[in-house]
């Protein structure tokens, strides 16, 4: 006779951690650095554990991460020994209004913080303790960057590095140097977006400005552009892919397509798709089509 014994098991229940904010911020002034604190708890017996095991912390604003990259004005620690999360923000300005939220994730699976709102208002001139920084687009290729000696190091001599990256295609320019108060950055790309920002020794670091370079025509036509005739009509329907980014000098706005048989003169038209039907040509005819790019400064130059 043989005998079944039957072990039951019981396995705790838990939870993602539970965040909670350390910090009751309204309004902050502009050019004022300040810190938010968000404390992680343990979740539902948790506690059976020696530590609350977060594998993940991610910090958010406006619903969008932001990275934990040196340099930027916006930084994310976590400190594991106190489970604390800080989010840094070093001189506030009007885009740091917004709400913050943290989210840290475990075995268990994922948890986010509830929202807290901030609000940046202007600030004096006498108590600004970081750059202000301005610009000045000059062209499509060059922009014109200034900026003030901060308020704390008045008496010393600083050397002042630039950094820009491109925000369409996330190209990080080699930074520049200088003692001046101003600088002009050449060899941009046209009609493209930029993030930019100055530090000096000791990461002193200044609020990020957004700029775009003036737009120029675009610097190459559409590719692989094909056509094939519409069966049982005079008609043609024509596809073709978009420009690539780094040619584009600009937003491309729409496109202009022409077409024409060797005895006919050139007839065009607009569209702001990737495609077209271009109906009412002349029947058992060879047509050649051609598509370009527009900007708002004007269209580039033809495929066929």
Known sequence: M????MAKYQLAITEPPKINSLSQIDIIEYGANFTINFKITRGHNDD??????????ACYKNGEEFQMEAG??????WDKTTNTVSILIICATD?????YQVRVKNWSGNRISDPLYVETYPHSETSRDCFSLRHAVLSSRS?????????????????YQIVLQNRAWKEKLEPSHTVKLS???????AGTPYYAYVQ????????????????????????EVQCEAVEGSTALYCVWNQIPLKQRNGEITRYKYKYSTHYEPWGFNFTSVEYIL????????LYTVQVMGCTAVGCGSAKE
Not at 183 to 188: G, I, R
């Open 278 to 285: 271009i109906t009412e040509l002349e029947p058992v005819a």
């Open 183 to 189: 600088t002009v950055v050449e060899n941009l790309h």
């Open 2 to 5: 043989m005998s079944v014994f």
């Open 72 to 77: 930027w004005h916006k930084q994310c620690q």
């Open 95 to 99: 885009t740091d209004t917004g709400f």
């Open 200 to 223: 000096s020794k000791g990461d002193l670091v200044g609020h990020r400005i957004e700029f775009k370079t003036h737009e120029e025509r675009p610097g190459a036509p559409p590719s």
């Open 48 to 57: 059976l554990h020696q530590a609350i095991n977060v594998m993940e912390v």
């Open 143 to 159: 922009v014109r960057l200034e900026w003030d000696i901060p308020r704390a190091n008045q008496s010393k001599a600083l050397i």
